[in-house]
């Protein structure tokens, strides 16, 4: 059965460092990978989607990589904020999520 | 502006009662669908539904129901059978089409009295 890990529950860094998110997946190849943003109490927001035959995917201060070599990728917040404290969540292909991991930013 | 509507954002049931959470969207999506996410775990597909009056079992559809009789709602009830049904609910509607993002509602919380 497919299978998704994302990397620790939880991250706590610095104003102005950059979170470094990972998503492994197992038993499946999908075409693409996307994630998404969580805040408490609310529904998941799309950040970026990036598809199979793409390396590397930026959206103004987020930066993502897809390598189904490894059947992973890598979530990257540089000169990160308070205001990007939320929980993201990885979702490889279409109807199948990770659990998440919740970052803090330490003002 | 366009979005999916979730009501009630909190639900209370008592035991041997059936209950139904709102799903409402208004971005002409063929594609809804029901998650339920609990502490620790990633969403879990309930149900979907891709076309009006069609929909399919997800991974944990045991207990619980829907219906799609309009494209812009999809309710779903959760049943006495559903044993463990404390959880947030989400629901979701998706453009059909390759590599197309899904779009969430704010979710449900239920809870058992």
């Known amino acids: 059965s497919q299978k998704i890990e994302q990397n620790s529950e939880a991250l706590n860094i610095q104003e102005g460092k950059t979170a470094t998110l990972t998503c492994n997946y197992t038993?499946?190849?999908?075409?693409?990978l996307q994630w998404y943003r969580q805040d408490p109490g609310r529904g998941p927001v799309f950040l970026l989607l990036?598809?199979?035959?793409?390396k590397e995917k930026r959206k103004e201060r987020l930066k993502v990589t897809f390598d189904t070599t490894l059947k992973q990728s890598l979530f990257h917040i540089t000169a990160s904020q308070p205001a990007d404290s939320a929980t993201y969540l990885c979702?490889?292909?279409?109807?199948?999520f990770g659990a998440g991991t919740t970052v803090t930013v330490r003002a | 502006d366009g979005g999916i509507t979730q009501s009630p954002k909190y639900l209370f049931r008592k035991e041997g009662q059936n209950v139904t959470l709102s799903c409402e969207q208004n971005?002409?999506?063929?594609?809804m669908y029901w998650y339920r996410q609990d502490p620790g775990q990633g969403l879990r597909l309930i149900y979907y539904?891709?076309?009006?009056?069609?929909?399919q079992k997800g991974d944990i559809a045991e207990g619980y129901s829907v219906s799609r009789e309009k494209k812009e709602s999809f309710p779903l009830t959760v049943t006495s059978a559903q044993k463990n049904p404390t959880a947030f609910y989400l629901c979701?509607?998706?453009?059909?089409?390759?590599?197309?993002?899904?779009?969430f509602g704010d979710g449900t919380r239920l809870s058992i009295l």
């Open positions: 990036i598809r199979e035959n793409e």
């Open positions: 979702a490889p292909g279409e109807l199948s």
């Open positions: 038993n499946y190849s999908p075409a693409y």
């Open positions: 971005l002409n999506h063929d594609a």
């Open positions: 979701a509607s998706h453009k059909t089409g390759s590599n197309q993002p899904q779009h």
């Open positions: 539904s891709q076309i009006v009056n069609d929909f």
